[in-house]
Every structure is written in C-alpha cells, then in structure tokens.
C-alpha cells in the first residue's frame, strides 16, 4: 500500500497532519521567528523572574523551564494560562496580544516564593 497524499489531499495510509509535521523546521511560517518569547525558569521555589514586559496587542509565547526536583505549576490566571511543567522538563504556550496591563503569575505548588507579573504596555 502506498503512503502517499493523493492530489486532492484525501489520506492514504498517512494523515495530513503527519505529512506537516514531517517538514523541515524552516517550513515554519516567518511570523512564529518573530514573535516575542519570553523564558521562565523555576526550580524549586525559586523562579528566574518577576516582573516581564511585552508590547500590547502582540502575540507571544512563554517558555516555561523546570529546573528543580519537583513538578511545578506555572499560572496566570487572567492571561488563562496554566502549564505543568514535570520536573527538568518545558513548556511552551502561544498566547494572543492583550490589553495593556498588569497580569499576576505565580508556580502553584510554590505560591509564596513565585509570584511575578507580566506588565503589558
């Protein structure tokens, strides 16, 4: 049997999906290179950063690294954002511009020591 896409792109023993994420990763699209990221890293109670500025209205992507022993939660309740992340493991979000503002984060399993916020200007 052939795996192959047919023309009209009706499957074949391959879906889709699995033909796209076969492409190079300079297949990817301009604007994923260009939109702002911006590294959190936790471990343990401890956390990399607590105060991270974007522009308003831009989309961008948060990577969350866990470099402790111990899972951790990475949340910001009004971005909607919530990443578990397991121990020596990351986590990447893609979120949609927001309005400017200041938008509280916290690792759930370590409240006391995590909080932070991201300021949108």
Known sequence: MSRELTP???RRG??????LLA???TALPSWA???PTVRVELDD?????RR???????RFRVEVVNKG???AEFESLPLGLELVVAPGSTR???LPGKSPGTYPFFDEFHMQTTRGEFVIK
Do not use: N, Q
């Open 8 to 10: 009209r792109g009706a």
């Open 14 to 19: 391959i879906t889709r999906r699995a033909a």
């Open 23 to 25: 492409l190079p990763a």
């Open 33 to 35: 290179e260009d939109m």
């Open 45 to 49: 109670g401890k956390i990399s950063t």
């Open 52 to 58: 991270i500025e974007l522009p308003a209205r831009t």
């Open 69 to 71: 022993k111990t899972p």
């Open 92 to 94: 990447t979000r893609v």
